[in-house]
């Protein structure tokens, strides 16, 4: 069975950093596309960042110049390096994996359960 195992947030003052993890455990084909989502107190879910098979990033407008998206394929992790931290980043982040299980021969998505990271001014 798979499962996506998050870390890294945390409590950091307005300019910190902070870097969070995820890594997939069980057995696993392939991953395809690795990202990761935040959802702040009633706003809907977003995309901050993402990473394909062959690295290439694509970054929300408000986290460019900032976020560094990165992936461990021998690992099966996926990095968000956030740096200049700002109040608005407050949210929970999600770590969202495009993978195929060894069991199947398609792709499925899988959540991360989620870690709190919170901005104080």
């Known amino acids: 069975q798979v499962q996506l195992l998050e870390s890294g947030g945390g409590l950091v003052q307005a300019g910190g950093s902070l870097r969070l993890s995820c890594a997939a455990s069980g057995r696993i084909r392939s991953i395809n596309t690795m990202g990761w989502y935040r959802q702040a107190p009633g706003k809907q879910r977003e995309l901050v960042a993402a990473i394909s098979s062959g690295g290439s990033t694509n970054y929300a407008d408000s986290v460019k110049g900032r976020f560094i998206i990165s992936r461990d394929n021998a690992m099966n992790a996926v990095y968000l390096q956030m740096n200049t931290l700002k109040p608005e980043d407050t949210a929970v982040y999600y770590c969202?994996?495009?993978?195929?299980?060894?069991?199947?021969?398609?792709?499925?998505?899988?959540w991360g359960q989620g870690t709190q990271v919170t901005v104080s001014s």
């Open positions: 969202n994996l495009h993978l195929t299980p060894a069991s199947d021969l398609v792709p499925f998505r899988y």
